[in-house]
């Protein structure tokens, strides 16, 4: 799930969402 500016509510999935989230972040910023 790739919501931009969602992370939280991506976070807020699954635990193991958050890895993604942290490359979204790495690959947005």
Known sequence: ?????GGQ???FV???T???V???LVEVH
């Open 22 to 24: 942290l490359i979204e």
């Open 9 to 11: 509510r991506i976070a």
């Open 18 to 20: 958050l890895a993604g």
């Open 1 to 5: 799930p790739r919501l931009g500016g």
């Open 14 to 16: 699954h635990p193991r």
